[in-house]
């Protein structure tokens, strides 16, 4: 059974930053994508980002060039940096592996808030 927890949300003001990590309980995030979602108030869970097995990413149009997937494969960690916060970032990030349906973690809330 794989477990992932996130971490790192927090309360910040626009334009500030913030670092969300993931944590498996095993090798995973090397071998397989690895999806960083979120999920607004009142709306549909939605993915952000994803960083493949060979460390290419991609990101949704809304969060290019503010936010950053990077990862640790000694520490079973993936990282999510989020930069020039706005309030439309405000949710619930999650992280996630396709390759393992159904598997996530509790999420770590971001509200982005003057």
């Known amino acids: 059974q794989v477990q992932f927890v996130e971490s790192g949300g927090g309360l910040v003001q626009p334009g500030g930053s913030l670092r969300l990590s993931c944590v498996a309980s095993?090798?995973?995030?090397?071998?397989?994508?690895t999806y960083w979602y979120r999920q607004q108030p009142g709306k549909q869970r939605e993915w952000v980002g994803f960083i493949v097995s060979v460390g290419r990413t991609d990101y949704v149009e809304s969060v290019k060039g503010r936010f950053t997937i990077s990862r640790d494969n000694a520490k079973n960690t993936v990282y999510l940096q989020m930069n020039s916060l706005n309030p439309e970032d405000t949710a619930v990030y999650y992280c996630y592996v396709t390759a393992f349906p159904g598997y996530w973690g509790q999420g770590t809330q971001v509200t982005v808030s003057s």
């Open positions: 095993g090798s995973i995030f090397s071998r397989y994508t």
